[in-house]
């Protein structure tokens, strides 16, 4: 009896194809199995579930628009120690970059060309002093003799001219003295302000002019410090409607370049009643302490100004706005369906960490703070779920002059 055995396969279904078919079968029900999953979603029902953003919701309160300018430190007073006589500079009694008094000796020009001049001068003195003696002397013999007429009328009035002549050499010698002294004077240079002195301009065995009037150095009062703004008057007259006119007092805030605040608070003097017709410039100019001497004359620096004073101002995080982009300054308000909406805003200046909104964003709307990358992930026009947002701590603890952050989206 023949054994049983299957029969032979044929060629179409060899074990090779069976195979690539099975796994070909796998494969589709795999792709069907995750397209369903991603249909049917993670959460209940097969949505996904709206995301958290963090929001705020806008409130009205006073606000001291602000605005920061660029500025030049300037010394309240600036004097230029220069040569009043011609000589030889002898000594130098100074040190360089260290605070001077007013009438300290700051240089010795060589002093006896001088001196002799004044010893010349006191000679002629006493030589006209003579001569007004003997002249009065003898007009005041001739005056009983005329009367005697013992003498001509003549020769006592040519007695009482000589004597005049000789006052008026007297009077003349004096001054010619006074002159010498002065000029004697000048050659001990003397410091006319009190202030910090910079570096010597001329050395030991230097020849100075008093035609030319060389320079010999520089003294600036630097305790206190102007500074020297310059403004747009279109921005100054709009400040000054908001705020129903200038102030009398204006603070100003001094930025240094680290972008650290002067703890002192300098005042707004003036301003400029002129426009510059080039640039629509006005002039203005503050007054700051300096007596650490944190501020050097001529140093660039950056000064806030509070011009005026907006009553139902609104604020917002500056992370929340958008600056110049194609529809300007924008930001994202949230509706009342939860749906987000950019909305193009008038952004005034900064205070601290905040944006100031001067127009487009009314009182009890939400504007969104944070979560502007879910948002990309999200169909538009879809609702996002609103949570309230809180400053980090670094960001309140940040000083008011750090520099504005430009939000990224």
């Known amino acids: 009896m023949r054994p049983a055995h299957s029969s032979p396969l ?37 949505k996904m579930p709206p995301p958290e953003v963090g929001v705020i919701t806008a409130t009205t309160q006073p606000v001291a628009l602000q605005t920061e300018l660029p500025a030049r430190a300037e010394p309240v007073r600036v004097a230029q120690v220069r040569a009043r006589v011609n000589g030889v500079v002898l000594k130098r009694n100074f040190t360089e970059g260290s605070l001077v008094k007013q009438g300290q000796s700051l240089y010795q020009i060589d002093p006896e060309p001088y001196q002799a001049q004044v010893s010349a001068a006191q000679a002629a003195l006493g030589r006209a002093q003579a001569n007004l003696t003997q002249a009065s002397a003898t007009a005041a013999r001739y005056k009983p003799l005329v009367e005697a007429s013992a003498i001509s009328k003549q020769e006592y009035a040519n007695a009482v001219a000589a004597q005049k002549q000789a006052e008026a050499d007297v009077a003349s010698a004096r001054a010619q003295v006074r002159i010498a002294r002065i000029s004697a004077g000048y050659a001990n240079v003397n410091a006319p302000i009190s202030g910090r002195i910079g570096r010597a301009l001329v050395t030991e065995g230097a020849l100075v002019s008093a035609t ?12 206190r410090m102007f500074l020297n703004i310059t403004q747009s ?3 100054l007259q709009r400040l000054r409607k908001q705020s129903g006119g200038p102030s009398g007092s204006t603070p100003v805030t001094v930025l240094l370049d680290d972008g650290s605040e002067l703890p002192a608070k300098g005042r707004l003097l003036f301003s400029d009643v002129t426009v510059d017709p080039a640039t629509g ?11 650490d001497n944190a501020l050097l004359p ?3 620096v950056r000064v806030r100004l509070s011009q005026a004073l907006l ?4 604020l917002v995080p500056q992370q929340a706005v958008t600056r110049g982009g194609a529809n300007g300054d924008t930001l994202t308000v949230i509706g009342p369906d939860d749906k987000p909406a950019r909305r193009p805003v008038k952004i005034g200046s900064r205070q601290g960490a905040n944006w100031v909104v001067l127009d487009g964003l009314k009182a009890g709307e939400r504007v969104m703070v944070d979560g502007f990358q879910k948002l ?7 609702p996002v779920k609103p949570v309230p947002w809180t400053a980090p701590k670094s960001e309140i603890a940040a000083p008011a002059g750090s520099a504005p952050a430009t939000a990224s989206r």
């Not at 030319?212 to 305790?223: G, K």
């Not at 009553?311 to 609104?314: A, L, R, S, V």
């Not at 990309?376 to 879809?382: I, K, N, R, V």
Request: glycine share 10%; with cysteine; aromatic share 2%.
């Open 10 to 46: 044929p060629p179409s279904l060899s074990p090779r194809r069976i195979a690539a078919c099975t796994l070909m079968a796998v494969a589709l029900l795999s792709a069907c199995g995750k397209k369903d999953a991603a249909q049917a979603g993670p959460g209940a029902g097969g």
């Open 212 to 223: 030319e009037a060389t320079q010999l150095a520089l003294i600036q009062q630097t305790d």
């Open 233 to 235: 008057a279109t921005e």
């Open 281 to 291: 410039q006005v002039n203005l100019r503050a007054e700051v302490a300096n007596h």
């Open 298 to 300: 001529g140093q660039y």
């Open 311 to 314: 009553p139902n101002g609104i």
């Open 376 to 382: 990309q992930m999200m169909p538009p026009g879809a």
